[in-house]
Nanobody, 125 residues
C-alpha cells in the first residue's frame, strides 16, 4: 500500500504562484510513476502532469504546458507541482496519484492505483 497526502493548496490571487506537495508513505515510492490531476466543480477529473520514478521523464497536458512544473525528490518521498501565473480557471481540487506503470503517457484516472485526498486551490480574480 501507498498512502499519499497532498498539501500546499489555498486561496491565491490571479497571477500568483503555488507549490503543491504530494508526500508518500508505505511501499517504495521511488519506483512509482506519479501524476497530478485536478477536478473543478461539476467537471471530470483532468490530467495535469506526470513524472516517472527517476524524474527524468515528464508529461504535461497540452493546456498545462508552460505554467505547471512537476518534479520529485525521492529522498523525501515527495512529488511537487509548481504552478505559476495562476488563473481563476485553475480553481479545483488537485489530486496526486501513483501508478506501477512506468509510462508517463498514462493520463486517465483509471490508470492510477493510489490516490491522495486532494488539496483545494482557489484563485480569485
Amino acid at each position: 500500500q501507498v498512502q499519499l497526502v497532498e498539501s500546499g493548496g489555498g486561496l491565491v490571487q490571479a497571477g500568483g504562484s503555488l507549490r503543491l506537495s504530494c508526500a508518500a508513505s508505505g511501499r517504495t515510492y521511488s519506483s512509482f510513476t506519479v501524476a497530478w490531476f485536478r477536478q473543478a466543480p461539476g467537471a471530470e477529473r483532468e490530467f495535469v502532469a506526470a513524472i516517472n520514478w527517476s524524474g527524468v521523464n515528464t508529461n504535461y497536458a497540452d493546456s498545462m504546458k508552460g505554467r505547471f512544473t512537476i518534479s520529485r525528490d525521492n529522498t523525501k518521498n515527495t512529488v511537487y507541482l509548481q504552478i505559476h501565473s495562476l488563473k481563476p480557471e485553475d480553481t479545483a481540487v488537485y489530486y496526486c496519484a501513483a501508478s506501477f506503470n512506468p509510462w508517463v503517457s498514462r493520463t486517465k484516472p483509471v490508470e492510477y492505483v493510489y490516490w491522495g485526498q486532494g488539496t483545494q486551490v482557489t484563485v480569485s480574480s
